[in-house]
């Protein structure tokens, strides 16, 4: 496969987030199991209490986004201020959270929920920090946006003060006490106490307004939050980009990643979440597309993949727990699809050529318990192999890793990209490393030039 691009989805990339060491597991032996059939981890326990307000400006804290606020988040700041009402925030909002509340918005969006999911997640971030990403413990352990603790099973520290690590675990949480989108509806204060276990629990529905307001204001906000600059290397083991930085799209765009015109070399095209359309491009360098279309609904997770074995890459979408692929060319204004059931609807796309056969077929991964669930022939339901690489909430990506034809995964956490370079079919773990950009960077993964090895790169 060409790549996943993942934004903090994941998506080859062929899709779209350091430690010292991966908890990785062996490939499950025997029948091949269902995807439900993976290991479930602990709901974590209770998040700390609200930072108290007279020491949310003396505790440090750190950026949410890579180069801080922008003069688009002061806008939006500007404009949601005369309604704000809250008592932990109010007018007192200002671009450093509303830069905040954007990473949990987009980071949501990427998963493809729905907006409520971002506004609850806001109201949180709002009660227990006042939207500040705190990098010092006040109370017991308690860190980052959500003042989730490492001892209860939250993450490890440097992953709470990473915005997007910590949005993903507070969602997987809501997710997992609120199954079937029965978070969709009921007291939104009452799903955020049922999520933190606060010992303050009425706090959380006085934020509720003040957090509509902002999300609301994010949510389908085209406007430019900046352009998506790539960096990208041909070497597997630099942590430095050997090409020329280049600009393409704009945030909340996410990027992708593929061989569209099939001359062996993958080039970054984008996706937008807020409409479904994709920008696809054989020269990104140029910063035009060749290719415009809509493909699913607003909010569908991306993927690229060559369905058909002639060397071309394709896109397609998640949407729940199915898989959409357009078969139809990306250079074709006709659009023919086929699709898949395929995973639980909380897992991430995934699509490689597992078996060297040169097509793609679709997979999944599971953030709640960094979990693979690999398949050859999806249309089963059932993975002919499972096995976990990295830790939960990890951002999770494919590519062949040395040349045979065969795809791989890999996972990134905090900075560093992780490259299992061991086969999919093989219960021997092996791993290749390297640091490459800045935490909340994203991901992107492919072959640049040619030589049929992939290899990272980022967008910020």
Request: with cysteine.
């Amino acid at each position: 496969m060409k790549t996943p691009a993942s934004s903090r989805l994941h998506v080859r990339v062929r899709p779209l987030i350091a430690l010292a060491a991966l908890a990785g597991g062996l490939l499950v032996a025997g029948a091949p199991p269902a995807l439900a059939a993976g290991p479930t981890p602990p709901v974590p326990g209770p998040a700390g209490p609200p930072v108290p307000a007279e020491l949310a400006a003396a505790i440090p804290y750190a950026a949410c986004v890579p180069g801080g606020e922008t003069a688009a988040d002061g806008a939006v700041a500007n404009q949601v201020r005369p309604s704000m009402n809250g008592p932990r925030m109010g007018r007192s909002v200002n671009a450093y959270n509303v830069s905040c509340a954007r990473v949990i918005s987009r980071t949501v969006k990427g998963r493809g929920l729905d907006k409520r999911a971002a506004v609850i997640a806001v109201t949180t971030a709002i009660t227990e920090s006042t939207l500040h990403n705190y990098t010092t413990a006040v109370d017991h352990d308690s860190l980052g946006l959500f003042q989730q603790r490492p001892s209860q099973g939250w993450g490890t520290p440097a992953q709470l003060v990473d915005p997007v690590y910590a949005t993903n675990a507070f969602i997987n949480a809501m997710l997992r006490k609120y199954p079937n989108n029965s978070w969709m509806s009921g007291d939104i204060g009452a799903i955020c106490q049922r999520v933190q276990v606060s010992a303050v629990p009425d706090a959380y529905g006085r934020e509720v307004h003040d957090a509509q307001l902002l999300v609301d204001a994010l949510w389908n906000n085209t406007g430019d939050y900046g352009v998506l600059d790539f960096y990208l290397t041909d070497d597997q083991g630099s942590g430095a980009s050997t090409r020329p930085v280049f600009a393409y799209g704009n945030s909340p765009m996410v990027p992708i990643t593929g061989d569209w015109d099939g001359d062996g070399k993958d080039t970054v095209s984008t996706f937008d979440p807020t409409t479904g359309q994709f920008y696809i491009s054989d020269n990104p360098v140029s910063g035009a597309a060749q290719y415009t279309f809509r493909y699913g609904d607003p909010g569908g997770v991306p993927f690229v993949g060559d369905w058909d074995g002639d060397g071309k890459d394709n896109v397609g979408v998640r949407m729940g727990n199915r898989f959409y692929m357009r078969t139809s060319p990306v250079t074709s204004a006709t659009e023919t699809t086929v699709s898949v059931a395929y995973g639980d609807s909380p897992m991430l796309p995934l699509a490689g050529d597992w078996d060297g056969d040169g097509k793609d077929t679709v997979s999944a991964y599971d953030p709640r318990s960094g979990w693979f669930y690999i398949s050859n022939d999806p249309s089963t339901g059932a993975a002919q192999y499972s096995f976990r690489y990295g830790d939960p909430n990890a951002v999770a990506f494919v590519g062949d890793w040395d040349g045979d034809g065969k795809d791989g995964v890999g996972v990134r956490m905090g900075n560093r990209f992780y490259l299992r370079t061991s086969p999919v079919t093989s219960g021997t773990e092996t791993t290749h490393s390297v640091a490459y950009g800045d935490t909340p960077d994203l991901p992107v993964i492919g072959d640049w030039d040619g030589d049929g090895k992939d290899s990272q790169g980022i967008a910020r």
